[in-house]
């Protein structure tokens, strides 16, 4: 389906009289994909702009307040918006009432909102609060931040979150620009996906505007104790107090990234770069959030090993933010696309085999998640059909690893000059605007393939299940380095020690972790223990794969279950999380998963909670 259809007239002139021949032949209308995850309309009345003033509230953990919205009638005589578990108090029309209906309760996609609109209403007004069951929200009290002293509360918007403290035409392909005053306790600063303050003000009373259209979930907001350090002028940091220099340490080469990604595909369109660090519950590694990606503090490891989080969140701010998957089913269009951008970028600070380690395991990822997927093959095609689901099933390897290893096959094949003009103009010519994996398949075939005459097999990779024939290869030669030792520590020709004191870099280590033979003795893991520290690691990531390692190859020595129980309470990232409490029920722990997610559950996200409740059967 296209997004752009020149030769279709305005609904509304075909049913509006007074519609002039001129206006037929001039309009051009914009026609949307079928979105299935969300009630809104927009052929017939969409929204353009949204100015929100909304309160937050501690005490009773909600946001309320009013959001208008300045919308666009191309003939409905209603305008359709998403709402989930909101209480919606009023509505009105260019100022006067209007009597509202809320349809039938979705258990995914919540509740249709409809107000009546006549051909010349212009602004919609609805007076709202946020209800306990917020998904998107998550108000953390003291104990839970980092300097243990004030409240904090994070959205997450991906994938239909937003309509969950916002009502809102929550469908991707809705692009819209948005303003907000936001009101917090003074003592917290408030700061969003839009032009930011640096600092706190006295009255605890913020304004944010966003002048360019973003899609609903890009919409977010952090309020905390929060300070700013600059790394460049158009990049810098946000986080607590007490972690503020060691995350400018971490994210230094914030500014040389920016200048990698602009030198391979154009200039970055947001003016400002920055990373808010959040606690630890936040549910993602990163979210592109425009302006202020929003990350987790899991990535600030001390020696900068883990920030190529920071180039793929960069990255969104073309693959994503700035060309948009039109709906869900096209998320692969986000990620993949993001994936092999950021290993461009890393490849551009630190070098190919730096990213060719990456791009490995990736691909291992990719593996895991086509055998564990192995009963659902359709699951595993690029182009999702996600109706009547989450859209949050199809955020797995496949979107983000099978779609990069798509474009890499597609570099290969194609050379990497023809790749990088031809993904350059692509950003070029999709800047702020949605796409779906039909119109990117014609672009492609249009614009690099029939061009250069290259055959290509598009439809094996995109609509087919698992992985093609002719995928690339990755090798990394530092990983060959590790198999070695694997094997040599296996076949009992180096020792522990030895294997601890290589100078292997984190993603060695993780390789290494990753890849201990399930069949090797408890007596060799334990001792690979004493060697290396591996239970008590202070890099998360090592430590999540080693605990992981630890289930699969029931070792509990080391008070490895101890450290474990205390990873889990305290961080809330979803695929760490998720990657343990799946190994605990794998092998047959899943009675004590569930005992210690019980404790665990009220420092998790929705996000995350969802995730658990199901792998655990927990309704
Ligand atoms: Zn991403």
Redesign the pocket.
Known sequence: MKLFNKSLILLACLINAACSNADKENTEIVSYANDSHSYAKPSEAIAKHLSLDIVVDFDKKIVSGIADYTIENNGGNEIIFDTKNLIIHKATVDGKDVSFSLGADNPILGQPLSIPINNDSKLVSIKYETTDKTEALQFLNPQQTADKKFPFLLTQGQAILTRTWIPIQDSPQIRLTYSANVKVPKDLLAIMSAENPKAKNENGKYHFEMRQAISPYLIALAVGDLVYKEISPRTGVYAERSMIEKVHYEFADMEKMVKAAEALYGKYAWDQFDVVVLPPSFPFGGM?NPRLTFATPTVIAGDRSLTSLIA?ELA?SWS?NLVTNATWDDFWL??GF?VYFEMRIMEALYGKEHANMLASIGRQDLTEEIEILKDKPEATRLKLNLKGKNPDDGMNSIAYDKGYLFLRTLEESVGRDKMDSFLKEYFNTNAFSTITTEKFISYLKNELLIKNNIEFNIDNWVYKAGVPNNAAQIQSDKFLIVEDAINDWKNGNIDENLLCESDWNIQQKIHFIRNIPIDISLEKFEALDNACGFTTAKNSYIAMVWYEQAIKHNYRKNAVDTQIESFLMNVGRRWYVSTLFKALVANNRIDEAKVLYQKARPNYHSVTVNTIDEMLGIN
């Open positions: 592109e793929h969104h994503g986000n990620e993001t």
